[in-house]
């Protein structure tokens, strides 16, 4: 066995200057996936989670230089879900096999916390065997805690990049790596199970700032990593960055998973949008995790933080059914559950 692989297995860690190497060569990916399927194996089997994914609202007060729906985008559709509507996604979700429910949204503050606790309240009650995640950007400690009292159990909020200066040049001045590293450490110290991660081929980026990631990530013990190429959108200051690369996205998802052994690791839709496949290799290569849409049709193209987005005009039955295919092509079977952390 190759040599790092053989220490990544042995200490679950390696020095800055191997995992630079690592990533720079397409040398070790064979091994490299084989030994993150295995390592999965051990701990999930061939089984895979869903989460339906409810993207509540496309407005945002923030202005992140990479985002469709960033506040200064005058072409993006803006649209916000009614509680009825949320409600409708949830109920329809839970009839095709969902026990988790992602709110994701921009940083709107129409949902504030009373609003937005009473939504979390009416879906535990309605659902008490359903999993609610959170993914609605950065908020105060206080209002983090009142959504874990409503039954909130998870909060997703990707770091994006942990250099300081990479991170300036992602993001307008008003927003700050620290500001969004207190988020996620107030959200893990308040008990929600807590999920970070990055884009990959994000504009400025290199392998000494991935090497820092992951190191953040190290610290921080995720119990969820998100990441997925970077892709342009044509009304960003980034339109004509070059995309994010499948190859280092799937790279980055085989060390993950040996570093993080028992991480709920998502296939993301910005994979399957690279690539036809992406998110078949994406499980290939080590995640356990997949997250279909459940938001209504007719908002779907809105919410769009990228070009040419997958299964924008699917209804959720047909992506249900469509990555049950896709799942059981490669070898992997969805389980109905709420798929909690090993
Ligand atoms: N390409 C890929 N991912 C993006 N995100 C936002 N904009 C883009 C883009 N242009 C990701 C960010 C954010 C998550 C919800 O979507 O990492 O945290
Ligand atoms: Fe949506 Fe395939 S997952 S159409």
Do not use: V
């Given at each position: 066995m190759n040599v790092f692989i053989d220490k990544l297995r042995k200490e679950q860690n390696l020095t800055d200057e191997q995992i630079e190497q690592l990533l720079s060569t397409d040398e070790y990916d064979r091994e490299l996936f084989a030994s993150a399927l295995e390592i999965r194996e051990k701990y999930y089997g061939r089984q895979v989670f869903i989460r339906g994914l409810i993207?509540?609202?496309?407005?945002?007060r923030n202005d992140c230089y990479y985002c469709g729906i960033r506040r200064s985008n005058a072409n993006a559709s803006r649209y916000r879900l009614t509680a009825e509507q949320i409600m409708e996604c949830c109920r329809n979700g839970y009839g095709l096999g969902f026990r988790t429910f992602v709110l994701q949204g921009g940083e709107d503050p129409w949902f504030n916390d009373e609003r937005m606790c009473s939504i979390v309240k009416a879906i535990k009650d309605e659902y008490p065997d359903c999993a609610v995640t959170l993914s609605l950007g950065e908020r105060t400690r206080e209002s983090y805690e009142r959504l874990f009292l409503a039954g909130a159990d998870r909060y997703l909020l990707r770091?994006?990049?942990?250099?300081e200066e990479h991170y300036r040049r992602l993001h307008p001045e008003d927003m700050s790596l620290s500001s969004r590293q207190r988020c996620l450490r107030d959200l893990k110290e308040i008990g929600y199970a807590t999920g970070s991660g990055f884009m990959v081929g994000?504009?400025?980026?290199t392998i000494e700032t991935l090497v820092k990631d992951i190191r953040f990530l190290q610290e921080l013990e995720p119990d969820m990593i998100g990441i997925g190429p970077y892709l342009r959108h044509k009304?960003?200051?980034?339109?004509d960055c070059a995309n994010g690369s499948m190859e280092m996205t799937l790279r980055l998802i085989g060390l993950l998973r040996h570093l993080f052994p028992k991480a709920l690791i998502p296939s993301t839709t910005a994979l399957g949008t690279i690539h036809p496949q992406g998110r078949e290799m994406g499980m290939l290569a080590g995640a356990n995790v997949v997250m279909p849409n459940l938001s209504p049709l007719d908002v779907r193209e809105k919410y769009e933080l990228y070009d040419d987005k997958i299964c924008t005009g699917d209804e959720a039955a047909e992506c249900r059914k469509c990555l049950e295919n896709r799942m059981a092509m490669t070898g992997f079977e969805i389980v109905v559950g709420r798929g909690d952390r090993a």
């Open positions: 993207e509540i609202s496309s407005f945002c770091h994006e990049t942990a250099d994000s504009p400025g980026q009304d960003t200051p980034f339109r």
